[in-house]
């Protein structure tokens, strides 16, 4: 299973919420929102349930960004 980044990025795109403020509601730096969204460092299971809920993303798509079958 793998990241999706390019659907992470279009959901995140699409809210319209900030990077800085989603940073912040996650506890990390947007360094580090960064790193985590390009796929390079992973996010933790906590960020997931967070990110459902500011993302407002549906479990089928929490699945298909952070489950993807590669």
Do not use: H, W
Not at 8 to 29: D, E, H, M, P, W
Not at 35 to 45: T, Y
């Amino acid at each position: 299973m793998s990241f999706n980044a390019e659907l992470f990025n279009t959901r995140l795109n699409q809210s319209g919420i900030k990077k800085k403020v989603l940073a912040k509601k996650l506890g990390i730096t947007p360094q580090g929102l960064k790193l985590k969204s390009d796929g390079v460092n992973e996010f933790k299971v906590s960020e997931i349930s967070v990110l459902c809920d500011e993302l407002r993303l549906s479990s089928d798509d929490r699945d298909l960004i952070f489950f993807a079958k590669m």
